[in-house]
């Protein structure tokens, strides 16, 4: 049987479980390989997919034997075909998280079965990556690096923060991606201190700050990178390196087991000592998605395990002033971590 | 009081609630202009925008006098502040089609009051465009009408889908789209049997059918549009105007007042006595989403309204041969519908 789904069926059996009705398509793929619409059914025995017309051709040629899955199509199945599917009354776990609240009471009335949260039981299967996902993360990263290297060659005064920003998307997807991991950030001059500030049509000019922050999207999987640039000179270079500080920091101190709840406090207290105000947090998990649990804070106790990706990425901003922000991906490993994107973080003056 | 807000406020008043908990950021954008992430409530009387540090100096900026708009930090409030946003227990509304069961749970146990579910009552607003948002989805379709006359001009043997739906959506950003409504979906071949497909590296050649669904994005809003082309020789006429047909009944059934249901039941019977296999939805309602309520299905009675906008897309497809779409964003006026996309539909051969 396939690795993922394997997994997920020893947890179910572990929480006393009679399977699991997956909805998230993050979920489904990440299981699955699918990206068709649908509902997939892991069930202690047997596994379901329920899709529709639009979806069963291509459905069929992409699961492999080893899924171990049957294929419904959504209009072949009646009423009580739902209600056969698991014992009535059984304990069923959902996604709590990606259910709407309508929906939950239509799995419920549908299912006929007594629906358990199970906090997050496939997210956490994936935020430790196998070998394969590791690779198409690094290619991201690759991608990100090449249209950072290429961006900087070619920024010129009088492009908009817009300009740049269509500028580094397409060349991330002429390189390869399948697309962005999120809409890419270029936050110029004052633009630079919202820390989620989107490209606006200001213009780029000499002495400005320019903080980019982007990703790339390869067979799905992201990658996250910021880096802070200025134009003609550079007025921060107390800020800049206070940040950089911060990252190496944090970052020195992380490996597999590493309680991420003891690095963030530190990185709190030298925000404090240095009077800088903690804006968002210090970095999060990436993988299928650009924000994936744990994410680094310091609200309870969470550890980090070998082939975790994480971003990590600390940043000081003085609201209507400027903002600075150093970000890169990292995979955990038994020693420490291995940094993925590898972009220059001199303070780099164009 | 903004337009919006009040509307929504009689609406409260309707439904005899205290008020609203508006989660849904696309609903928060439609009310306020806010992209922030945050919560917006809407009372009976106070309105508050709970946001966090890193977006409240662009709410500031964002906010009018006349949105009558309280900006909270959420890390200046403390548990008891929400329990007095509205009285304990008293009636207040909240996004059953967006809140996951976890975000229900979580929501009643921090304002503690009773939440009703509103049945997508600010989404039946959104439904009807008002002018500013018809200038943008109008902009929206001549973006996408360019890009698809760039793009039969550039058609070349040789190319694959992803290129090709990557050339177009950097034309639609060059030509000032926020970006895409949607993955742009190029499927040559056999693959435009399928009606999702998605790009892949199949090289377009001689003989293809090829299917686009493309749209762009402008100032948030949406355009849908799909065009079916031949690359040196038809096959299918007979296929096409079926279908192109399709779209010209369907659509000069419509204006203002129209029974969806009505009309979508005679598509359906032209399907049947003509032997076609309906694989998707006739159309959508379309704005600030791709895909809004209602949907052109006949499943139960539902009306036009004037100035709703809505894609209108029959298809033809014969799984694992060929697919035929051909799909034009309108706007529903009291005579009739306005066509909004307006490339050619003749058969094209290129």
Redesign the interface.
């Known amino acids: 049987m396939n690795e993922r789904i394997k997994k997920l069926k020893e947890k179910i059996k572990e929480h006393e479980l009679s399977g699991i009705i997956v909805s998230n398509p993050i979920n489904i793929r990440y299981l699955t390989g699918l990206?068709?619409?649908g509902t997939l059914i892991i069930g202690r025995y047997e596994n379901n997919f329920i899709t529709d017309?639009?979806?069963?051709?291509?459905v069929m040629n992409i699961i492999k034997v080893e899924d171990e899955l049957i294929v419904q199509n959504l209009k072949n199945l009646k009423d009580e075909d739902y209600e056969h599917i698991f014992l009535r009354d059984s304990h069923v776990g959902?996604e709590?998280?990606?259910?709407?609240?309508?929906?939950?009471k239509e799995l419920k009335a549908k299912y006929k079965v007594d629906l358990v949260?199970t906090e997050s039981m496939i997210e956490s299967l994936r935020s430790v990556k196998d070998e394969d996902e590791i690779e198409c993360i690094k290619k991201a990263c690759e991608i990100t690096d090449n249209a950072f290297n290429y961006i900087v060659n070619n920024l010129k005064f009088g492009m908009t923060e817009k300009q740049l920003a269509?500028k580094i998307?397409?060349y991330m997807?002429?390189e390869g991606a399948d697309?962005v991991a999120f809409?890419t950030i270029v936050a110029s001059g004052e633009n630079s201190?919202?820390?989620?500030?989107?490209p606006t049509d200001r213009v780029i000019k000499q002495g400005d700050i320019v903080l980019i922050d982007m990703g790339a999207k390869y067979h799905g999987y992201c990658s996250d990178m910021s880096r802070t640039v200025f134009v003609g000179s550079c007025k921060y270079e107390k800020e800049y390196n206070f940040v950089l500080d911060q990252q190496k920091k944090i970052t020195s101190s992380f490996k597999a087991g590493s309680n991420i709840k003891t690095v963030i406090d530190l990185a709190e207290k030298d925000y404090e000592v240095d009077g800088y105000?903690i804006?968002?947090a210090f970095g999060h998990n990436l993988g299928l998605e650009v924000h994936e649990e744990p994410a680094l804070r310091n609200k309870e106790d969470s550890y980090l395990e070998k082939n975790m990706v994480i971003a990590v990425e600390p940043g000081v901003y003085d609201?209507?002033n400027y903002g600075i922000r150093i970000e890169d991906t990292y995979l955990v490993t038994n020693t420490g971590v291995e940094q993925l994107t590898k972009s220059d973080k001199s303070i780099i003056v164009v």
Not at 96 to 104: D, L, M, Q
Request: glycine share 8%.
């Open positions: 990206t068709a619409e017309s639009r979806y069963i051709e291509e959902f709590e998280n990606y259910i709407t609240y309508a929906g939950y949260e269509n998307e397409r997807i002429s697309g809409e201190s919202k820390p989620h500030s989107e105000e804006m968002h609201i209507g």
